[in-house]
């Protein structure tokens, strides 16, 4: 029985010993197959890899300043670099002086200004019913827009006032041309012709209708923002257009109309003061007499 033991054993022995040295002949054989295949190689870098195929200026790499140059140059340069922004608030500020050199009065030089403003507005003419607003909540305007919504805008607000002055003096307001017999707030005070029944009450009237270009007064008589009105069809005053009197005038001297029309299509700067046949002249308000 021991001996049949001991040769079970040492079987076992020797079969573990194979073992090994299988597992060992399978490990040189695979360190010896990789080492035949393997092959150095060396990666270089491009020498160019960080180079720019396009040769920049310096100057437009780094400031072309050097320290203790006088702060004259720098600020020379500096003004190359004016933006849009700066430029639009330069132009206001020459534009607001051209208007100064006009002798209006604050709110004359007011209307004119917010006049102006409507050249960079995105208006459409048209004609539309704001019954909530009474004037345009969109960008569709007919002429006596241009004019309600700019004095509006400067405190004096004419839905309100042509309506109180229409049912005050209801006899320059006939309501037969409209074939009603009461006014509507909302819609009256664009209407051109009680518009101008309005500034013919209210407003300085004593102004020429025809300008003469060789009248020394032309500056006091057409000033920036007054009211003008001009007539297409004397047999209907519906047909009438208005607009203000531009600072801005032609190579004659004749002042510029800012005005919109179906013909022009939005709000414009027009030289028409000669062409047209001028119905009304106002300024409103009035100027205080000392």
């Given at each position: 029985?021991?001996?049949?033991?001991?040769?079970?054993?040492?079987?076992?022995?020797?079969?573990y010993?194979?073992?090994?040295?299988?597992?060992?002949?399978?490990?040189?054989?695979q360190?010896?197959?990789l080492?035949?295949?393997?092959?150095?190689?060396?990666?270089?870098?491009?020498?160019?890899?960080?180079?720019?195929?396009?040769d920049?200026?310096?100057?437009?790499?780094?400031?072309?300043?050097?320290?203790?140059?006088?702060?004259?140059r720098?600020?020379?340069?500096?003004?190359?670099?004016?933006?849009?922004e700066?430029?639009?608030?330069?132009?206001?500020?020459?534009?607001?002086n051209?208007?100064?050199s006009?002798?209006?009065?604050?709110?004359?030089?007011?209307?004119?200004?917010?006049?102006?403003?409507?050249?960079?507005?995105?208006?459409?003419?048209?004609?539309?019913?704001?019954?909530?607003?009474?004037?345009?909540?969109?960008?569709?305007?007919?002429?006596?827009?241009?004019?309600?919504?700019?004095?509006?805008?400067c405190?004096?607000?004419?839905?309100?006032?042509?309506?109180e002055d229409?049912?005050?003096?209801?006899?320059?307001?006939?309501?037969d041309?409209?074939?009603?017999?009461?006014?509507?707030?909302?819609?009256?005070?664009?209407?051109?012709?009680?518009?101008?029944q309005?500034?013919?009450?209210?407003?300085?009237?004593?102004?020429?209708?025809?300008?003469?270009?060789?009248?020394?007064?032309?500056?006091?008589?057409?000033?920036?923002?007054?009211?003008?009105y001009?007539?297409?069809?004397?047999?209907?005053?519906?047909?009438?257009?208005?607009?203000?009197?531009s600072?801005?005038?032609?190579n004659?001297?004749?002042?510029?109309?800012?005005?919109?029309?179906?013909?022009?299509?939005?709000?414009?700067?027009?030289?028409?003061?000669?062409?047209?046949?001028?119905?009304?002249?106002?300024?409103?308000?009035?100027?205080?007499?000392?």
């Amino acid at each position: 029985m021991e001996e049949r033991v001991r040769k079970k054993q040492f079987r076992k022995n020797i079969n573990y010993k194979y073992f090994i040295y299988i597992v060992a002949i399978i490990a040189l054989l695979q360190l010896l197959t990789l080492r035949a295949c393997y092959q150095e190689k060396i990666f270089k870098l491009p020498e160019k890899l960080f180079s720019s195929k396009i040769d920049f200026p310096i100057s437009e790499l780094t400031l072309d300043i050097t320290y203790g140059e006088p702060e004259s140059r720098f600020m020379e340069d500096s003004d190359a670099y004016m933006t849009e922004e700066d430029s639009a608030i330069e132009s206001d500020e020459n534009q607001s002086n051209d208007i100064e050199s006009h002798n209006l009065s604050d709110i004359q030089r007011d209307i004119v200004l917010k006049a102006l403003e409507l050249l960079d507005e995105d208006i459409k003419y048209g004609y539309d019913v704001f019954p909530d607003t009474g004037y345009p909540s969109s960008n569709v305007w007919i002429s006596t827009d241009v004019i309600s919504v700019t004095l509006r805008d400067c405190g004096y607000d004419l839905m309100d006032l042509i309506y109180e002055d229409m049912n005050e003096h209801k006899e320059d307001y006939p309501m037969d041309i409209k074939g009603r017999k009461t006014a509507i707030k909302y819609i009256d005070f664009r209407d051109v012709f009680f518009q101008e029944q309005f500034f013919k009450r209210n407003a300085l009237t004593t102004l020429p209708l025809e300008y003469d270009k060789e009248n020394e007064n032309n500056n006091f008589l057409w000033q920036a923002g007054d009211i003008v009105y001009f007539q297409f069809d004397e047999n209907n005053p519906y047909k009438d257009l208005g607009g203000f009197i531009s600072p801005n005038k032609n190579n004659d001297g004749i002042p510029l109309v800012i005005m919109i029309s179906k013909e022009l299509g939005k709000v414009r700067e027009v030289d028409k003061l000669l062409e047209y046949k001028i119905v009304g002249h106002f300024r409103y308000p009035p100027p205080e007499v000392d």
